[in-house]
């Protein structure tokens, strides 16, 4: 069975603080998805990334980047400058193929303060 | 843009009757699209996935005999709620890849409230 772990509910900053949130994983297979999206109060959920389990160079993307380590099965994300605009609940999501269902997190809410 | 869409953004019923929701897949087609519900300050959970032109496959505790789905088509699956009680009040959001890019990418959703 694939699990994900979001261990922390709700993180407050200052607007242009940077802060991390957390995903740990867990599956057996050997070839897997990894995804980020963002779920504004809008409800609609947007699309960050996917990463499949055999690349694990990690990405940089504006002020977002995502740090991949299978050794601790971690795939974390890290807002650089956070703004306003990024307050949000964020979901990690595992799938173990890339058009396969996925199993999300609990997810983090994010409210970044001005 | 959105690649996916769906149609009520927001629904409101009274208990006893059914409501379908619609999610397209907006300029390509999609063999799988996948159902998830998701209660207010919870995470998404699949309900079932779609397959165009055979069955739906439900996830275990999901009645399928209440959330009816076709797929009719390869740009269109339905979810149709049966019978709603207000236990069935949720955020129902599809999703759908579109081949050779990134993604599932996932439709608006549609807010039900079942009264």
């Known amino acids: 069975a694939q699990k994900v772990t979001q261990a922390q509910t709700e993180i407050s900053v200052v607007e242009k603080e940077d802060v991390t949130l957390d995903c740990v994983y867990e599956?057996?297979?050997?070839?897997?998805?990894l995804f980020w999206y963002k779920q504004p109060p809008s409800g609609e959920l947007v699309f960050l990334i996917r990463r499949n389990s055999f690349d694990e160079q990690n990405e940089i993307s504006g002020r977002y980047s995502w740090n991949f380590q299978k050794s601790t099965s971690s795939f974390n994300f890290t807002i650089t400058a956070s703004q306003v605009v990024d307050s949000a609940v964020y979901f990690c999501?595992?799938?173990?193929?890339?058009?396969?269902?996925?199993?999300f997190g609990k997810g983090i809410t994010l409210s970044v303060r001005p | 843009g959105a690649v996916v869409s769906q149609h009520p953004s927001w629904v409101i019923c009274k208990s006893g009757t059914s409501v379908k929701i619609e999610c397209r897949s907006l300029d390509f087609q999609a063999t799988t699209m996948f159902w998830y519900r998701q209660f207010p300050k919870q995470s998404l959970m699949l309900m079932a996935t779609?397959?165009?032109?055979?069955?739906?496959?439900?996830e275990q505790g999901v009645e399928k005999d209440k959330f009816l789905i076709n797929h009719a088509s390869l740009t269109l699956s339905t979810l149709t709620v049966t019978s709603a009680h207000p236990e069935d009040s949720s955020f129902y959001i599809c999703?759908?890849?579109?081949?050779?890019?990134?993604?599932?990418?996932f439709g608006p959703g549609t807010r039900l409230t079942v009264t």
């Open positions: 999501a595992l799938s173990p193929g890339a058009n396969s269902k996925l199993t």
């Open positions: 599956t057996r297979d050997t070839t897997y998805y």
């Open positions: 999703s759908a890849r579109l081949p050779g890019t990134s993604g599932p990418y």
């Open positions: 779609s397959n165009e032109g055979s069955k739906a496959t439900y």
